[in-house]
């Protein structure tokens, strides 16, 4: 099963519960603000998730703007139209980033929030992307930086590394906070036909309610759900706990506190 496919069945609704908070939220009021000093009326959103960066975009979209919203996953776009709700502005669309079903030229501004690690085809979709984009046009995305900058991340993965060894789960390791390079970034977005791109590193605190939370999120709201069951583990409880103790110990129980690091890229 590929990382994209298995965002499915709970997953949908754990990974907007639990990583919304401890994640998303501040990066989409940060992408929503970026966009909003474009001025682009006609926004295409590539991997849109559960909606967290389009009720962010929509809140400061004009009214004669248009915010198509897509994701390879019907699941996710579920859970999204549900939070996000009804807007004459807004559409939501299943889509996959690498084969855009678009004609040439039809957005200002493409907005990509944690999606591009996903791409199986890094360059294609970059192509894509210039491909659907209005001369002049700008896409705005983020990545993750290393785990050695997220450390509740990195603490989770490490625990299962050492928990579960020696076959542990390797999704946070292998793909999130896995395309972190810079150089590979840019020379990526050149090769899609971008001649400008610029990147910065961007930290926010990473906060949720209990390390519970934080764990069950990064656990059970994202492909590690299904590794575990494949390791034969149908309910992850023991091991959660387990590794909220961990979690705990470092960065608190409730509030459960860190910090977390980006980078933001902007092409054009």
């Known amino acids: 099963m590929s990382s994209n496919a298995a965002f499915v069945g709970s ?3 754990t990974y907007h519960r639990c990583l919304g908070p401890l994640l998303f939220e501040p990066y989409a009021r940060d992408m929503a603000a970026r966009a909003q000093r474009t001025g682009a009326t006609r926004i295409l959103e590539l991997a849109c998730g559960t909606g967290i960066v389009t009720r962010e975009l929509l809140s400061s979209l004009p009214p ?39 004609p040439d030229h039809s957005f200002d501004l493409i907005v990509c929030q944690y999606g591009v690690m996903f791409f199986p085809d890094k360059p294609g979709s970059m192509r894509e992307a210039r491909r659907v984009l209005a001369p002049g046009g700008r896409y705005l995305f983020n990545v993750w930086d290393s785990l050695a ?17 020696p076959n542990p789960p390797r999704f946070l390791a292998q793909t999130p906070y896995n395309w972190f390079d810079p150089k590979t970034i840019e020379e990526t977005a050149r090769a899609g036909g971008f001649t400008t791109i610029k990147h910065e590193y961007l930290s926010f605190p990473s906060e949720s309610p209990t390390a519970t939370d934080a764990v069950r999120g990064l656990l059970e709201g994202t492909p590690n759900l299904g590794a575990l069951t494949e390791r034969g583990i149908t309910d992850p409880t023991s091991l ?21 690091r980006a980078i933001v890229v902007e092409a054009s």
């Open 11 to 13: 997953i949908p609704e």
């Open 149 to 165: 900058h997220n450390p509740i991340a990195g603490l989770i993965q490490q625990s299962l590394d050492e928990l579960l060894a």
């Open 64 to 102: 004669n703007g248009r915010l198509t919203a897509t994701d390879l996953n019907q699941a996710m776009i579920d859970v999204a139209s549900k939070f996000v709700g009804a807007d004459p502005r807004l559409r939501f669309q299943p889509a996959d980033a690498c084969k855009l079903p678009f």
């Open 240 to 260: 959660r706990n387990s590794i909220a103790e961990r979690v705990a110990a470092k960065f608190g129980k409730a509030p459960c506190r860190s910090t977390m």
